[in-house]
T-cell receptor, first 112, second 111 residues
Framework: DADVTQTPRNRITKTGKRIMLECSQT?????MYWYRQDPGLGLRLIYY???????NKGEISDGYSVSRQAQAKFSLSLESAIPNQTALYFC???????????FGPGTRLTVT | GEDVEQSLFLSVREGDSSVINCTYT??????LYWYKQEPGAGLQLLTY???NMDMKQDQRLTVLLNKKDKHLSLRIADTQTGDSAIYFC???????????WGAGTKLIIKP
């Protein structure tokens, strides 16, 4: 079984809809992250969380919110989706004592 | 500000060595990383190097770091078709919580 899972893997939604992307991990890591990937731009950090009570904005947090429901779960919400939020979204985890981040398989989101 | 730059494409013949280059701007970076993304897949950590090292080797992979020039490279020996992917360079300018990413280099393997 994968250590970092994301659901759904693909989603098409309409402008103005609320949508939630979910991430779960079995690695026991305390840190979790949400990134978006756009062609030619690499990855950009949306939000990150060092533990259940610690949530921080990343480079591009506007239009997004997150919830850390448990150490193993970190969800990303788009309150009112817009077309320029069409992208590939990745969740990642890391251990506070280690520099490596481990990624989920990604969620491809299309906003029409 | 912080910036990481890579060429968008690299084409090599199967069996040759591939060298993917990356430059970064933040001299305070503590770790530098190489990730691999295959089509339709997530990002796989290939290797990383601590900033006080010049070189790291792991089987077919060799990472070279020139801290003076802020230049990082990934060499893949005996390139195979399974190495076709996008390779991302990333740096960690502060203590391990935020990675700054390059745009990725697509490695194309010619038969």
């Amino acid at each position: 079984d994968a250590d970092v899972t994301q659901t759904p893997r693909n989603r098409i939604t309409k402008t103005g809809k609320r949508i939630m992307l979910e991430c779960s991990q079995t690695k026991g890591h305390d840190r979790m992250y949400w990134y978006r990937q756009d062609p030619g731009l690499g990855l950009r950090l949306i939000y990150y969380s060092f533990d259940v009570k610690d949530i921080n904005k990343g480079e591009i947090s506007d239009g997004y919110s997150v919830s850390r429901q448990a150490q193993a779960k970190f969800s990303l919400s788009l309150e009112s989706a817009i077309p320029n939020q069409t992208a590939l979204y990745f969740c990642a985890t890391s251990d506070s004592d280690r520099p490596e981040q481990y990624f989920g398989p990604g969620t491809r989101l299309t906003v029409t | 500000g912080e910036d990481v730059e890579q060429s968008l494409f690299l084409s090599v013949r199967e069996g040759d060595s591939s060298v993917i280059n990356c430059t970064y701007t933040d001299s305070s970076s503590t770790y530098l990383y190489w990730y691999k993304q295959e089509p339709g897949a997530g990002l796989q950590l290939l290797t990383y190097i601590f900033s006080n090292m010049d070189m790291k080797q792991d089987q077919r992979l060799t990472v070279l770091l020139n801290k003076k020039d802020k230049h990082l490279s990934l060499r893949i020996a005996d390139t195979q078709t399974g190495d076709s992917a996008i390779y991302f360079c990333a740096e960690s300018p502060r203590s391990n919580y935020q990675l700054i990413w390059g745009a990725g280099t697509k490695l194309i393997i010619k038969p």
